[in-house]
């Protein structure tokens, strides 16, 4: 547990009965600039995208998800939900940056975490873990259907503001989806850098160089 008597270190860090206890920022924010070096080496293409057209891009990656969770579903492979849940928190991530948020910023009601691992337990305290299949593929295509609900109303020129309806929806999907992690096995953090690293490796940019 993340609680009792403690005396601050920087920035959302403290230490209790010599543990590092983080901020859910200080936990997530460190992910977001993992993901801003990723995203500089291998999305060269989509980082020179404006916004509108990043986001769009982003937005279909989600409903891609649900498609992979729901095969994940029919043949109850936890494994393969799991790997999905992964890429669509990564893609969380890359989303939060474009829009500059931060989305430990949402969560700052919980307890300190002593790791992302620790993060997703408290946040599974709020998912319903009977089906996660399909608790998964509720929150990909609700909060993904309200995602481009509000890219379709820039195209119309409607009334509102998209921008400020995606701050809400990225944190609130990355929340459900490292909810939904929660109860799946641990390993979350070093997952995420294996799978960027896995797609670096793709890069060119990435290959040592010769004398």
Request: proline content about 2%; aromatic content about 4%.
């Amino acid at each position: 547990m993340c609680e009792s008597r403690w005396h601050r270190m920087p920035y959302g860090v403290r230490v209790e009965m010599g543990v590092a206890m983080y901020t859910a920022e200080a936990v997530l924010l460190r992910l977001q600039v993992r993901q801003q070096r990723h995203d500089e080496l291998a999305h060269r293409d989509i980082l020179s995208f404006d916004l509108y057209k990043r986001l769009k891009h982003m937005v279909l990656h989600f409903y891609k998800y649900a498609g992979k969770v729901e095969a994940a579903r029919s043949t109850s492979n936890s494994e393969a939900l799991r790997h999905t849940l992964i890429d669509t928190f990564i893609i969380c991530l890359a989303s939060a940056n474009a829009l500059n948020v931060s989305l430990g910023e949402s969560v700052t009601a919980l307890a300190e975490s002593c790791d992302l691992d620790s993060l997703a337990h408290e946040l599974s305290k709020k998912i319903d873990a009977h089906d996660l299949h399909a608790e998964a593929i509720r929150h990909l295509v609700l909060i993904g259907g309200r995602m481009a609900k509000a890219i379709e109303s820039a195209d119309h020129m409607e009334d509102g503001n998209p921008r400020a309806a995606m701050n809400r929806l990225v944190p609130e999907l990355a929340t459900a989806t490292l909810g939904i992690l929660g109860h799946l096995r641990g390993g979350i953090e070093a997952d995420i850098h294996k799978r960027l690293s896995d797609v670096e490796k793709r890069s060119i940019l990435s290959r040592p160089l010769t004398q």
